[in-house]
């Protein structure tokens, strides 16, 4: 190869590399570091309940549990904030550790770890919350291995609770679901990797027990049995440990047609800075059962993540806070109600995985607000750097929480892409989004689109951006190669 050859064929294999670990879409989850995934299904929809860690956590700092949601598996909606520790007024100031919620009889329990004091449960009429503690106490306070419960009711209406690190327990939980009888039952058969994170859960009449195994660092390890109860027989690993990678906890989940697996790494976090900290972010992958049940082994969490099942319908109103992949940009509470995308800066973008554009757009109607001057959302396809199928300017709407629709014309956006929201203005924040949505038509081949504004009014200034809820973390969508493996 001569000198001018292999240049330019260094220079390829650098972008290509670059563009598989700029458009990574695992971790799902970028805008919080989240962890001990909790995923429910239900109504046709996955509910991904998460332990949360803070931006400045160096070791576990958790003041409250979220909710993120999905249809497709890639595009996860943001509903924020779906109980704070002090739900329980007993809790401790900083121990909102791992939780699994589960559906019975109309109501929603979630059973949360409170580091050193306990089990609780939160019950709520729907699955968004609100959430309240019935008892008032925690529901299991046995010892300082009461954490990470998992939950699983059988088809003889039987429910049981497991938790516990580095034993591991169980309880046979009564109707109300608030409540057990028959005592605190510790597991003699338990495998010998066990550390903690038990999921508990049963398929095709066999029962499973997965768990983070022996730490440090931890993979998952699995043990099957014929009855809830065991004895318990050790099945080997689902996932090998990663150095890279200190924690790990299962949430395992079959979903139109497929079965995956949550856990977590810590690759938001090695983007920053090679220290360990605890600021984890949820991963899932596709898992399979072989013909006799067990678990064929997965490798280690892949940056690209599960496939899309289906595709996203642009022409509905679609919340902002959809995300597959983002730089830069955060969430917040909308006073118009759920969340809306906020700390806008100019470059930042939002990936919006797998829009099926059918036969054309013609026109794109955004929800947005700025206290500041405003700027350009770029509609583009494909990449952030992907072609321009429109831009919708934005001006200001005199606060963060005033609202105001803004549209442009598109033209180009035909079949299925990859959608990116591309940022563009001056320096600070630009403005927040809080939905999105085109309209449907023949899509003019031509990418040259015209703006149209349809509603300008600009309200008197009554807010400022919320410190509150502003993250400081600052992603660019680069993944050290470190954490890449
Ligand atoms: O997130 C806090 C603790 O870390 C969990 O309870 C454990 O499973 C480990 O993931």
């Known amino acids: 190869m001569s000198k001018k050859v292999s240049i330019v064929f260094f220079i390829a294999l650098i972008l290509i590399f670059e563009s598989v670990i700029c458009f990574a879409d695992n971790p799902i989850i ?7 995934p909790a995923p429910m299904v239900y109504d046709g929809k996955v509910f991904l309940y998460t332990s949360h860690d803070e931006d400045d956590a160096t070791g576990f700092k ?30 401790n100031s900083n121990g909102a550790w791992a939780s699994q919620c589960i559906y019975r009889n109309g109501k929603f329990y979630m059973y949360c770890a409170v580091q050193l004091k306990g089990i609780g449960v939160l019950v709520s009429d729907s699955p968004y919350g609100p959430f309240t503690d019935p008892l008032g106490k925690p529901l299991i306070n046995n010892s300082l291995d009461d954490i990470d419960p998992t939950v ?19 309880v046979k939980l009564n109707k109300d679901m608030i409540s057990y009888s028959g005592g605190i039952n510790k597991i003699s058969s338990k495998p010998s990797d066990y550390q903690e994170g038990p999921w508990f859960y049963k398929r095709n009449g066999l029962y499973y027990l997965a768990y983070a195994s022996t730490c440090c660092p931890e993979g998952i390890g699995y043990a099957m049995s014929n009855s809830p109860t065991g004895p318990w027989t050790w099945k080997g690993k689902v996932m090998d440990p990663n150095p890279a990678s200190s924690g790990n906890h299962p949430g395992i989940i079959d979903y139109k047609g497929n079965s995956y697996c949550f856990g977590f790494n ?46 996203l319908n642009p022409f509905i109103q679609i919340e902002a806070e959809t995300i597959c992949w983002e730089s830069g940009v955060e969430t917040e509470v909308c006073s118009e109600g759920g969340m ?13 995985k797998g829009v099926d554009f059918s036969s054309g757009a013609t026109s794109f109607d955004a929800r947005v607000s700025s206290a500041n001057s405003g700027g350009n959302i770029e509609i583009r396809l494909d990449s952030p750097t992907g072609k321009v199928v429109g831009t919708c300017a934005v001006s200001g709407t005199g606060g ?32 927040n989004i809080n939905w999105w949505k085109f309209t449907q038509g023949i899509s003019s081949p031509t990418s040259t ?10 309200p008197t200034p009554t807010s400022t951006p919320s410190s509150g809820n502003i993250l400081d973390l600052k992603h660019d969508g680069a993944i050290n190669m470190a954490d890449v493996i």
């Open 30 to 36: 970028q805008t919080k570091f989240t962890a001990d």
């Open 62 to 91: 958790m003041l409250n549990w979220l909710l993120y949601t999905s249809t497709d598996m890639v595009n996860w909606t943001d509903h924020g904030v779906i109980a704070p520790l002090n739900a329980f007024k007993w809790a």
């Open 152 to 170: 699983f009711i059988d088809d003889d209406g039987q429910a049981y609770l497991y938790w516990g690190n580095p034993s591991c327990y169980y």
């Open 266 to 311: 810590y690759a938001l976090n090695l983007a920053e800075t090679s220290t360990h900290r605890e600021r984890r972010s949820i991963c899932v992958d596709k898992m399979t059962y072989n013909a006799d049940g067990t678990i064929t082994k997965m490798p280690w969490w892949s940056t690209s993540g599960a496939s899309q099942i289906g595709t």
């Open 340 to 352: 809306n995308v906020s700390n806008i800066e100019n470059g930042d973008y939002i990936k919006v």
């Open 400 to 431: 963060w929480q005033n609202w105001v629709t803004k549209s442009c014309t598109v033209s180009g956006a035909t079949g299925i892409h990859d959608l990116y929201f591309k940022f563009t203005g001056g320096s600070g924040f630009l403005f």
């Open 449 to 458: 689109a015209t703006l149209k504004h349809t509603l300008t009014p600009s």
